[in-house]
């Protein structure tokens, strides 16, 4: 067995970010930035792009990479690679994966109910992205 490969966007709009609730496990009920897993044969940019349009029904530019994530419990083991995306077309509703989404003002999302790497990421942004997490292992 291997580690599944996972993409991740970070999408900010005027200082807010879109967030998703995760409808299905890892962290299902949790807020997290919208992504997904890598299909066999996709490249990065593509797979993030399908899986941003699959949960936020949005058209994104993708830029670059700031954070791998690493999430190994119960059984579960992603490498996620996040990016920085521009938003350029499309309305913002929640699709597939997602239960719920948001466009959150970033010091109201560091007080909702976030995965640890979404809450790194928030505070990195407000912070002035500065020094980005670049490795975040959540085990």
Do not use: Q
């Not at 299905?24 to 897993?37: A, F, L, M, Q, V």
């Amino acid at each position: 067995m291997y580690p599944v490969l996972a993409v991740g966007g970070i999408i900010l709009i005027d200082r807010r970010i879109v967030l998703i609730k995760r409808a299905s496990e890892p962290n299902k009920g949790k807020w997290t930035i919208p992504g997904g897993k890598v299909k066999f044969g996709e490249n990065l940019e593509s797979a993030l792009k399908r899986e941003i349009k699959e949960e936020t029904n949005l058209e994104v530019e993708v830029g670059k990479m700031v954070c791998i994530y690493e999430y190994i419990k119960g059984g579960n083991h992603y490498v996620a690679l996040d990016f920085l995306l521009t938003s350029h077309s499309g309305e913002l509703k929640a699709m597939s994966d997602a239960a719920e989404i948001k466009l959150v003002e970033l010091k109201e999302a560091i007080k909702m109910d976030i995965t640890e790497s979404t809450k790194r990421l928030v505070s990195w942004i407000i912070d002035g992205m500065k020094d980005p997490p670049i490795h975040i292992i959540d085990t």
